[in-house]
């Protein structure tokens, strides 16, 4: 299959993009969060597509995205208080909410689960082809199974070409990690992934809001996951990443003992002056949403530019958009986390 890279703002591309959707075929989108690799939500054919294109496990339930908050209607039993208030202060955004299903969710989307995760994303291409499909479209993020989530529409090609329809440029992600995951299915309402949207948000409008264990912790051997993608190896890069807790006099110190063949570091914006190991940064130190924005290019750069096999990275503050940080670098390293003092 011959992919076809479509520039967003090109006359025709949201409408081309739309047809192959309605056609029940695949396109990369661009979100603020990450890219998505999109299907028509309400044709099970199509949905189960992504799965192969993504060499994703089929237990793994998809996210259907909307362009009105109407549309929610048709998707879930009902709409209780709680998501109006999620909506009204986090919708269009990076947030998803996870409620009991309606008999319009085709089993490939909900993965056999009994509820649908929803989002309304706020990027206006999403918005648009969402609209010009006229139907809601499921989307997990646009890489192949287990590698770094898509921020920019090169990642997508890397990643999916010959395997998908066509993937619509429309720039670089603002926020750069997936959305904030929220389940409303049960009380209290619970984080299973964090994302833009914090904790402390979500509890400024929900009161009690409790954290899943599997957020910073590897799942307990035999234990069901609440949210089926955070039993899988995800975000890694194919060296082997190591996070070093402690401070940055500490952190130089260990990278510089270890420096070696293949030895790479993931520091903060200007710490790779000190380090005699090749280096990426991935923001600054004081700035978690330059950390969310740059993380995922960051760890494929690891990879195609570094050819690094292993990589010690300073560890991310886990409070805020910090949180959305750690979680997803710590599944990076496979949990290995070694304190340095
Ligand atoms: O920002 C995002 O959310 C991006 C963009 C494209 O919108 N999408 C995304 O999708 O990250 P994906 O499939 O990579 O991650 C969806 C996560 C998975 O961990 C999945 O297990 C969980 O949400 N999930 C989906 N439906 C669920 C459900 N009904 N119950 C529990 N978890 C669910
Ligand atoms: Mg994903």
């Known amino acids: 299959m011959q992919t076809q890279l479509l520039q967003a703002d090109a006359p025709g591309a949201i409408q081309t993009a739309a047809a192959i959707l309605q056609n029940?075929?695949?396109?990369?989108?661009?979100?603020?969060?990450?890219?998505?690799?999109?299907?028509?939500?309400?044709?099970?054919?199509a949905v189960a597509k992504i799965f192969a294109a993504k060499g994703r496990p089929m237990d793994n339930p998809l996210i259907v995205h909307i362009?009105?908050?109407?549309?929610?209607?048709?998707?879930?039993?009902?709409v209780p208080e709680a998501a109006k208030k999620l909506a009204e202060q986090f919708w269009p955004g990076p947030l998803t909410i996870i409620l009991p299903k309606s008999a319009r969710i085709p089993d490939e989307v909900s993965a056999g689960l009994d509820t649908v995760a929803v989002r309304f994303p706020s990027h206006p291409v999403a918005r648009a082809v969402i609209d010009a499909a006229g139907v809601p479209l499921a989307a997990p993020s646009g890489n192949l199974s287990g590698h770094p989530s898509p921020t920019t529409a090169a990642h997508v090609m890397n990643d999916m070409d010959g395997?998908?329809?066509?993937?619509?440029?429309?720039?670089?992600?603002s926020v750069g990690v997936e959305s904030?995951?929220?389940?409303?299915?049960?009380?209290?309402?619970?984080?299973?992934?964090?994302?833009?949207?914090?904790?402390?948000?979500?509890r400024g409008v929900l009161g009690q809001v409790e954290m899943d264990d599997a957020v910073l912790h590897p799942l307990a051997d035999g234990k069901c996951a609440a949210s089926p993608g955070m039993k899988y190896k995800h975000y890694s890069p194919k060296a082997n990443v190591i996070i070093l807790d402690g401070s940055l006099e500490h952190y130089i110190?260990?990278?510089?003992t270890h420096a070696g063949d293949g030895v790479a570091a993931l520091c903060y914006d200007g710490e790779d002056k000190a380090l005699q190991v090749p280096s990426i940064c991935y923001g600054g130190e004081e700035d978690c949403g330059e950390q969310a924005r740059e993380l995922f290019d960051a760890?494929?750069?690891?990879d195609e530019q570094l050819h690094a096999k292993t990589v010690y990275a300073r560890c991310p503050e886990p409070e805020g958009v910090g949180l959305a940080v750690y979680n997803r670098l710590i599944r990076a390293a496979g949990f290995e986390v070694i304190d340095v003092g």
């Open 24 to 45: 029940g075929g695949l396109v990369g989108i661009p979100t603020e969060t990450v890219y998505g690799l999109a299907a028509n939500a309400l044709d099970g054919a």
């Open 253 to 256: 110190d260990y990278v510089n």
């Open 180 to 202: 904030t995951v929220v389940t409303l299915a049960e009380q209290p309402p619970r984080l299973l992934r964090p994302g833009g949207i914090t904790l402390e948000q979500l």
């Open 67 to 78: 362009s009105h908050f109407e549309q929610i209607y048709d998707l879930v039993r009902e």
């Open 299 to 302: 760890l494929r750069e690891l």
């Open 163 to 173: 395997r998908i329809e066509a993937v619509l440029d429309g720039g670089p992600c």
